[in-house]
C-alpha cells in the first residue's frame, strides 16, 4: 500500500484512534529513564508523531516539559482536545521545527516508521542537546497468545500482506542502527470491551485505506470469532512494547 496514502489515513480516523488505541504501561517510562541515565522531571522533549497525545500524556505526567510535533490535522486537533495546554507545532521528523540543541528527549511513539531516516536521524541530532537520548517505542501485539497469532494471521490474510519476521519489523521500522541503539522489551496488557478492541484493529492505517467493505467483512467474522472466545465480551489484549534508545554523545 501507499506510504503517504496510509500516513494521512489517521486524520479521518482520530477520534476512533484516541479513544481506542492503548496508551503505554509506567514501565515503559521507567525504562527510558533507566537507559538514557536521565529523569524525565524537568526534561525538555519533543514528542514526534505525537497524535492525539496517547504517548505524551504519560511524559506530562512524569513531569517533563513537553512540546508535540504533529503534521495531520485531524490528529492534531484530537490533541489540542486532550491535552489543551501542551505546546504543539505543526511539522514531522524529517524537518523539525525547532531550535537547534534544544531539547534533552526526542521520542517517537509508534511514529518513527512515518519518517525517512536519512533526513529524520540528522534532525534529531540538530534537536538534541549533547548527551541527549534519541528514543524509539512501539506496541505490539503479543504474538506468544495463541488467540492473538491467529488474529495477525487472518488480518495479514485478509489485507493481502505477507507474514512477518522480526527482521522484516525492524527493516519497515527502519531503527537508526548506526547510532548504536540500546533495546528494552516491555510486557503487558489491557482489558477492553470486544467493540473497543476491534475498534483499535482497524484504527491501523493497513484498514483504513482498505475501505469499508473489506473492513466490514473482517470485522464481522472477528466478531463471531471472538464472541465464541470471550462470551462475557471482555478481552484481555497483550502486548510488547519495544524501546529503541540512543544516547547522542557530544560529536556523535
Known amino acids: 500500500m501507499n506510504h503517504a496514502l496510509r500516513a494521512r489515513s ?12 492503548p496508551s503505554y504501561p509506567p514501565a515503559l517510562y521507567d525504562a527510558l529513564e533507566e537507559l538514557s541515565g536521565r529523569r524525565l522531571a524537568g526534561a525538555r522533549v519533543v514528542d514526534v508523531g505525537a497524535g492525539t497525545g ?30 489543551p495546554d501542551v505546546p504543539l507545532v505543526r511539522g514531522d521528523g524529517n524537518h523539525l521545527p525547532l531550535a537547534t540543541g534544544s531539547a534533552d528527549f526526542v521520542t517517537y511513539a509508534q511514529a518513527w516508521h512515518w519518517t525517512d531516516p536519512a533526513r529524520s536521524v540528522p534532525e534529531a541530532r540538530r534537536v538534541l542537546r549533547p548527551g541527549g537520548t534519541l528514543a524509539l517505542w512501539w506496541n505490539d501485539a503479543d504474538r506468544s ?38 533495546h528494552r522489551r516491555v510486557r503487558w496488557s489491557r482489558r477492553v470491551s470486544l467493540e473497543s478492541h476491534l475498534a483499535n484493529l482497524t484504527s491501523h492505517s493497513e484498514f483504513l485505506v482498505l475501505g469499508e467493505p473489506g473492513t466490514s467483512a473482517f470485522l464481522a467474522e472477528e466478531r463471531r470469532l471472538l464472541s465464541a472466545l470471550f462470551p462475557d465480551g471482555t478481552i484481555e489484549e497483550r502486548y510488547v512494547t519495544d524501546l529503541s534508545l540512543a544516547v547522542l554523545d557530544p560529536g556523535i
Not at 10 to 21: C, G, I, L, S, V
Not at 63 to 81: L, S, T
Not at 152 to 176: Q, W
Open 10 to 21: 489517521f486524520d479521518r480516523a482520530a477520534a476512533q484512534y484516541a479513544a481506542h488505541r
Open 54 to 83: 496517547i504517548g505524551t500524556a504519560p511524559l506530562i505526567g512524569r513531569g517533563a516539559r513537553v512540546v508535540a510535533v504533529e503534521p495531520g490535522d485531524g490528529m492534531a486537533a484530537e490533541f489540542r482536545r486532550a491535552l
Open 145 to 182: 497468545v495463541p488467540w492473538i497469532a491467529e488474529q495477525v494471521r487472518r488480518a495479514r490474510s485478509h489485507l493481502g500482506a505477507p507474514e512477518e519476521t522480526e527482521a522484516d519489523v525492524a527493516a519497515i521500522r527502519g531503527l537508526p542502527v548506526e547510532l548504536g541503539l540500546v
